[in-house]
């Protein structure tokens, strides 16, 4: 069965993303931080892409206005949903309104979305 994984947020930037990373730490998992780069996900497992998108950007309008400077400077600012492939069913779809296209465009955020094949050494897992 195809299905959601998760939303990583990928940020890139010239500085402050150090910062930036600190303040989304509590609400979020930090997977990798350097100067520049960064890559955060959700610390508990949404539902569907739609309840991850609004999650995420409910953590993005919560920063203090510091942290949320360093937001705006960030070169790139990334949402991306993981989808894990299978061969069945042939379709499945993931839906994202428009009300969460438009709060991406509020705080400036990218989708994107990253599709793993299947894997024939492994059983499938929902």
Known sequence: MTYFLN????LRGTAGVRELVQALEPSMLVLRVTD???SLEHREQPQTVEEGLHWLVQVVERLPA???KHWDACETRTMDVGIQAESQPTA?????SRDAMAA???IGAELLFTV??????RPATP
């Open 7 to 10: 939303i990583d947020l990928e």
């Open 36 to 38: 520049t780069e960064a």
């Open 66 to 68: 510091e942290a949320r």
């Open 92 to 96: 499945t779809l993931f839906p994202v």
């Open 104 to 106: 991406l465009l509020r």
């Open 116 to 121: 793993y094949a299947p894997s024939t050494d």
